[in-house]
Nanobody, 123 residues
Framework: QVQLVESGGGLVQAGGSLRLSCAAS????????MGWYRQAPGKQRESVAI???????NYADFVQGRFTISRDNAKNTVYLQIDSLKPEDTAVYYC?????????????????WGQGTQVTVSS
């Protein structure tokens, strides 16, 4: 079993910064891509940023240089630094990970999601 737990969300004023963390734990053999997504009220979940195991990154167009994704492979943790926050960044932020997990009979690969962390930006 694999669990992803996000932290770091909260209420912040426009222009402020937050650093989100997502730690994966459980019977993990390796993690490939890790990513951050967000879902605003009444909207579909959208991709924010993705980082490969080797550290290559890909960002959504709306990021505009304000978000930075990083990871610590030794800690199975992915981070999202968000600067110059805007009210439209208000959403629940979710992390996910492509995990190869150890199984009782055989190993298996699957995508796991965290429970989400709320980010609220006031104007």
């Amino acid at each position: 079993q694999v669990q992803l737990v996000e932290s770091g969300g909260g209420l912040v004023q426009a222009g402020g910064s937050l650093r989100l963390s997502c730690a994966a734990s459980g019977s993990i053999l390796s993690i490939n891509d890790m990513g951050w997504y967000r879902q605003a009220p009444g909207k579909q979940r959208e991709s924010v940023a993705i980082i490969t195991k080797s550290g290559s990154t890909n960002y959504a167009d709306f990021v505009q240089g304000r978000f930075t994704i990083s990871r610590d492979n030794a800690k199975n943790t992915v981070y999202l630094q968000i600067d110059s926050l805007k009210p439209e960044d208000t959403a629940v932020y979710y992390c996910n990970a492509d995990v190869l997990a150890r199984g009782v009979l055989e190993n298996s690969r699957a995508t796991y999601w965290g429970q989400g962390t709320q980010v609220t930006v006031s104007s």
